[in-house]
């Protein structure tokens, strides 16, 4: 079992609508991070959250500590939101801090 | 973003020669990483560094090594490539441990023929 999974693996959707991206951990954890990437594009940090929820403009992250889950809504989404979409979770292992990358989530937005 | 730095973008070498990429900042940031991106897998962690000339290995350390003079640069070098080496590779720094985001480069597109 990875020790981090996200679902769906691929997800299409119209422009406008709602979407739901999950990420779900095995270990303990200190943070936990989203990431966005475009197509032959680089990385971009959108949210780094340990607790409860964060916004930032049409995106939302959430976290349940206790169930090892965290979700990424996307509102009223745009073609530019297609990209994808990578969960990583941190933890200390003896003197540093490890961080598992998740194998992320393929999303496109049809206009 | 500006603050951080990945050169060269692309490089195509053949089988059995160093290779060396750099990582540079600005932002004066401590922690500095090197991750490779393959189809299937998610980013794995080659290397890491803490601080000037303190670096310690990551999960897939074998065929890399790593040097750190300078807060600003960050030195990943293939030893000696190999095919199962051709992969993207981004840098990526942070203010600090655990709560802390991640900046990502640009990434470097490898290919050993």
């Known amino acids: 079992k990875n020790e981090v999974e996200q679902s769906p693996q691929n997800l299409t959707a119209q422009e406008g609508e709602f979407i739901t991206i999950n990420c779900s951990y095995s270990v303990g954890i200190s943070a936990l991070h989203w990431l966005q990437q475009h197509p032959g594009g680089g990385i971009v940090s959108l949210f780094m959250l340990s607790s409860g929820k964060k916004k930032h403009g049409r995106l939302i992250a959430t976290i349940n500590i206790q169930e090892k889950h965290s979700s990424l809504h996307i509102t009223a989404s745009h073609p530019r939101d297609s990209a994808v979409y990578i969960c990583a979770v941190g933890y200390v292992k003896t003197s540093y801090d490890k961080v598992i990358f998740g194998p992320g989530t393929s999303l496109s937005v049809i206009p | 973003d500006a603050g951080i730095t990945q050169s060269p973008r692309h490089k195509v070498t053949e089988t059995g020669t160093p290779v060396t990429l750099r990582c540079h900042q600005t932002e004066n940031h401590r922690y500095m990483y090197w991750y490779r991106q393959d189809p299937g897998h998610g980013l794995r962690l080659i290397h890491y560094s803490y601080g000037v000339k303190d670096t310690d290995k990551g999960e897939v350390s074998d065929g890399y090594s790593v040097s750190r003079s300078k807060t600003e640069d960050f030195l990943l070098t293939l030893e000696s490539a190999t095919s199962s080496q051709t992969s993207v590779y981004f840098c990526?720094?942070?203010?600090?441990?655990?709560?802390?985001?991640?900046?990502f480069g640009s990434g470097t597109r490898l290919t050993v023929v």
């Open positions: 990526a720094i942070r203010q600090g441990a655990l709560n802390y985001g991640y900046t």
